[in-house]
């Protein structure tokens, strides 16, 4: 039973209620005074009277019963329309109540249900748009709620992980078990990583990262799973293309000269022109040397080997490049004592002394400064709360007062092959940042504000 059924009949019962108590009260009366003395016109009217109050509440308990249908009827329909709220059925409409009262929140309710219409339109073409997306994405995706069970991935990450089977519903550790064991291992792991996984001949690779995050009171958590081995194989074909291109030009520069003063030797060898013939094969020399030290550069920025640490002697190194080249040295504080490969150390030493060499037209005016970065006091609980000293660490600065660098330059100045010198390989300043983030370092390239560029790297 609604309740506007309810309220209906219990209108209904309240009228028919009051009109049988005004009888009974109108009958009590008249058969009380009628044995009294009255005349006939009196008692004519008694009677006219009862008939008329009863018939009055006769007429009122049907309109009652009337009104209250109606009252119920516009109640009922917003019942209805309640109960499809809560549903979630947001397809109904009202029709303008009987009532005038109703009027307003008849309106109300019917621009509620319009704009729910178009809000929930709204979010399912959302959704609609997501799904495709995710759907035709090349990203394995896999959603995962508290319990451990799918409840929405991708066709890829059906085809990558259940022989192109969907996921949905099934427990995500177990479907885990029928592909190789590195997915496995990363999942348990929680953590961003690349792996490799070998199919039969075909090397692929991936890159696999997770998030977690609350849905509907719940913690959900989203695997990703990307197939990186096209844009790997891809970047790797521009780099083996830029290393071919760069090799070409630098061996055409180098072999035709040497290819040209082969010839003008000789010619001069048949003349017998031995002196001029010794100057021409010593410049051919000099260019097969140019050569061969070009491609040993390459060969040691592909095959740099692992530090062999010792702790570094600062000032004797300093002394064996002073032979080299002419710098003048800084040296500020106490050094602390730094474990370095020290034929690697110099060998990024030679290389940015060349440059600073290179770039100023006055020798004279390259410097090395030597500081210590700083000894940190660390407050150690566990220690009684007494300091305890950490060692500190090393910064060298090679600064020089040429042109510096522009922005675009100074960009691309670290990226192997890179060079803006006519004669320059790009492997230099690449081969020391290698060496240095191989010990754990930082290297460091900015102008200086007097003029001059300032490289510095920390170990």
Known sequence: MTASTSLQRRFAILFL??????????????????????????????VLLIAAISFGMLISSVLGVWLAGILSKNI????????????QNFSVSLAPPSLGEFTR????????????????????????MLDKLMQSSPMAAVLVNSNGRVIYSNHAASRLLNSGQSLNGCEFFESLKCVPSVFYDCVKNQKETFFQVGYGDELCSYHYTMSRFELQGQRHTLHLFNDIS???????????????RVITHELNNSLAPISSMAHSAKVLADKQRMEMLQKVLIRIEDNVKNLHEFIQKYAEFSRLPIPQKTNIDWLAMMAVLQEQYSFSLTVEDDLPEINA?????????????????????????????????????????????NEVEAQGGVKVEVLDKGPGMTADVMKNALTPFYSTKAL???????LCKEIIEAHDGRLQL????????AVSFTL
């Not at 005074?33 to 009255?38: A, E, P």
């Not at 990024?348 to 770039?359: G, P, R």
């Not at 900015?446 to 560029?453: A, D, S």
């Open 17 to 46: 209620a009051l009109s049988l108590l005004s009888s009974l009260i109108t009958a009590f009366i008249f058969f009380t005074f009628s044995d009294l003395s009255m005349d006939l016109f009196t008692r004519h009217s008694m």
């Open 76 to 87: 009922k329909a917003l019942e209805v329309a309640l109960f499809n709220l809560s549903d």
């Open 105 to 128: 929140v008849v309106e109300k309710m019917n621009e509620t249900f319009s704009e729910l219409r178009v809000e929930r339109q709204r979010i399912y073409q959302k959704e609609l």
């Open 230 to 244: 096209r844009e790997l194989n891809r970047q790797e074909a521009a780099t083996w293309k830029k290393v071919i």
């Open 341 to 385: 490969d020290p034929i690697q150390i110099q060998q990024v030493m030679i290389n940015l002394l060349k440059n600073a060499y290179e770039s100023c037209a006055d020798e004279s005016s390259v410097s090395v400064i030597l500081k210590n970065t700083g000894k940190t006091l660390l407050d150690v609980s566990q220690a009684n709360g």
């Open 424 to 430: 320059g390989s790009g492997i230099g300043l690449a």
């Open 446 to 453: 900015e102008n200086r504000p007097t003029g001059g560029l």
